[in-house]
């Protein structure tokens, strides 16, 4: 039997102002599932927004606090951002890329949505003016970056990686890019919303194909080493991080503290571009801006700077002595969000025994690893039923099909399991299962 | 004679990449002001950059150090902001405005830079789509704003207002928006650049035309009662803070911390929306971001969501804090400021006993009053001429004709001035007055 039953849900829905709850946005999605939990007592299982579950790092935290005290909230941040930042961005490239960005070209954003708003302005004015390219997803991906093209009126195009694995992704890439109109390839790696990984093979297509059609990959690092099939843990020792700079110069790199230090509520993260990117000569800003027309210097001062002037300056500190600490083996940062993993590898366990399926099960030659998100599916059930049965069963996640995908099948986000749940979790989907025999 | 000599400022100009001194934007400005500074040891009077002068306000810090400490930094902020800005900006408004805007319409911004951003967007995008309306510039005003609209291809007319003071602004208004294109007003009040205050007709005038021509008022208030002609500083009680949010329903308020309380490094500021204008329906949003198209959430979630994902949590606490006690009379930002006002006194002195004139003297009835900026010109120069000339004595300021100003002068910024610089200022004024006989 359901926990909730359909009048319920219904009544959810139109509360709060949810036209279809089978394509619910994430925002909408956790309205409901707050509605329900408030008017019943009955908890629910939250696996809809990836928000961090574990406590802010105390490091970044101190190291804010010092900064407040130190009075340097009253000027204006260095529209490039502040030295220290800088500097400890392009070590942490170094430690755990290795990677050689210099530190001029390492430009803090309020959060990688800031940064992705920029980037996306960057690359489709970089070629001409005042007409802009257009974004190709390699989808499943992160739906506010469509939305912000969309605020932007930026075309974009996109296609699901699951028949395109491996070596069959350049035929396809090659295909999008033929006729020239796209300025940028995003992705994000690992992968929100299916925790798949690019392998190198992959990476290095990408990589190849962006510089023969001179198109800039935005590389979303914002799980940066939470793949936990390797460990990735230690700077300056191999293996690094995978990652698209290994195969191009046209790239951009976007490094969330969200995820790594559950820092998400402090709003900061990082642009890390190309050096040769950095000081390519772009015709089009110069006709646009009235500026010299430079990548790096035109991105800073012209772009991002006039859209929030800067990101608050005490929290690049904090942002700073974290990246520092990292270098320094101080702060482990992978073991610290070890926890995503352990939640996944049980959440899953307790879905696949009772009937469910992994939707995007493996890489290319690999099964996938555990972390912050899954894929899963249900048999002879379509994503938008599944995501609105599991909300009967008091489990709320989100249809993939708004993320780009094709699979039928729903995201689940580990971040707020908590160790009592999973038992109820485990009840819930055994009666789930007996319902839908 | 002069302290810097052609050769000198010609290499401070090259060697920052600064292709024309006169047209210098406040980056360029600062950047040769440093250089001159740094090479030859001789202090520069820096009255380019408008960053505050005085120290940060202690309760804010203090307030966000303990948000920091409470570890709500890990959680992304709600969209529409933390509850506690939400409720002491409503009452912030009635306080010193006397104006009721309820706290769902206060809705938090990464500086009033993103604030300006996020409206411009909303306000050229909400009559049609993908048509975007104008922006009407009551000049002279803040160049960033429309650097801004360089990045989004908005279109833009501009006017001076120096000669349509008082009643002639209805006409010149009038003429400005019966072509129906114009989307959004906007102005600075009391003004960047020129410390020209828009005295009540003219406001009545703004506001009445806004209605008529269904046009949206942008009215940016970063120097929130710092006109130093009137005492403000006293909450719920007469004379209030003059706002075009008396004369009609179309209006956003900027407000920023920035000024007020020093507070310029941790980015934070509001947008407060009219509740009717919150609540209007705008058939264009729904068709461009697939939303109920009603301009408060498309604003909140659809747009400004997209750009920052919030504000930093608890920098937004740290200004719930600043606004509450201000409400409660604890803190005095008025007369915390008020050096500004002392500053401008004394330095529109010496400048005026060598021969300067206040380039915008009056508002309708009324001499101008001090605080943060002041207008410079010089008999028999140029705008151009005089910003040059005064660097080469050592004096940095930026050309009015960068903000849209048909007059020949400067803008000069108080907010660096120190004790020990007025003698020195003196010594090169009197210097400047006697080469230019």
Redesign the interface.
């Known amino acids: 039997m359901k926990i909730f039953d359909d009048k319920m849900v219904e009544e959810a829905a139109r509360v709060n ?1 949810v036209a279809d709850l089978s394509h619910a946005t994430i ?1 909408e999605t956790l309205l409901v599932a707050q509605y329900l939990e408030q008017k019943t007592g009955i908890p629910f299982i939250r696996m809809d ?1 990836g ?2 579950g ?3 790092n105390k490091y ?2 101190e190291a ?2 010092r900064a ?2 130190s ?7 260095a ?1 490039a951002g502040v030295k220290e930042l800088k500097e400890a961005a392009s070590e942490f490239v170094k430690a755990f890329l290795n990677i050689d960005i210099s530190p001029r070209a390492c430009l803090p954003t ?2 990688s ?2 940064g992705s ?1 920029g980037s996306f ?1 960057a690359c489709c004015q970089r070629k001409s003016y ?1 007409q802009m390219g257009k974004v190709l997803f390699i989808d499943p991906g992160f739906p ?1 970056q469509k ?2 093209l ?4 930026i075309e974009w195009k996109e296609f699901d990686i699951f028949p395109y694995r491996g070596e069959a992704l350049r035929a396809k890439l090659e295909d999008e890019l033929k006729d020239g109109d796209v300025a940028a390839i995003v992705y994000s790696n690992p992968n929100n919303p299916a925790w798949i990984s690019l392998e190198e093979d992959e990476l290095q297509i990408i990589g190849e194909l962006a510089t023969k059609h001179d198109v800039i990959v935005m590389e979303d690092l914002a799980y940066f080493a939470m793949d936990n099939r390797r460990d990735l843990s230690h700077p300056y020792v191999e293996p690094y991080v995978r990652t698209v700079a290994r195969y191009t110069d046209n790239y951009l790199l976007m490094l969330s503290a ?1 995820k790594i230090f ?7 993260a990082l642009v890390c571009i190309s050096d040769k990117l950095f000081d390519r000569k772009c015709p089009a800003f110069a006709e ?2 009235h500026d ?1 027309g430079v990548f790096g210097p035109t991105f800073i ?3 991002q700077y ?10 690049q500190y904090g942002y700073a002595e974290m990246l520092r600490l990292s270098c320094e083996g101080k702060i482990n940062f992978v073991e610290d969000t070890k926890a995503y993993a352990i939640r996944a590898e049980k959440m899953k366990r307790i879905f696949c025994d009772n009937g469910f399926t992994i939707t995007y099960p493996k890489d290319v030659t690999e099964t996938i690893g555990d972390g912050f998100f899954f894929s899963l599916s249900y048999p002879g059930m379509s994503g938008s039923e599944l995501v609105k049965e599991l909300i009967h069963y008091g489990v709320s996640s989100i249809n993939l099909d708004t993320t780009g995908s094709l699979q039928q099948g729903v995201r689940a986000c580990t971040s707020r399991m908590r160790d009592e749940l999973y038992s109820v979790l485990e009840e819930r989907m055994r009666q789930f299962k007996e319902d839908h025999q």
């Open positions: 102002h925002g927004q928000s961090p574990l406590p802010i970044g935290v804010e606090k407040l005290d009075g340097i909230g009253s000027q204006y941040p529209a309020v959060g949505v800031a708003f302005i005042p506010i939305s912000q969309r605020i932007l009126g969200s559950s820092y998400a509520g402090q709003r900061i646009r801006y010299e001062a012209s772009i006039m859209i929030t002037s800067g990101c608050t300056a005490t929290t």
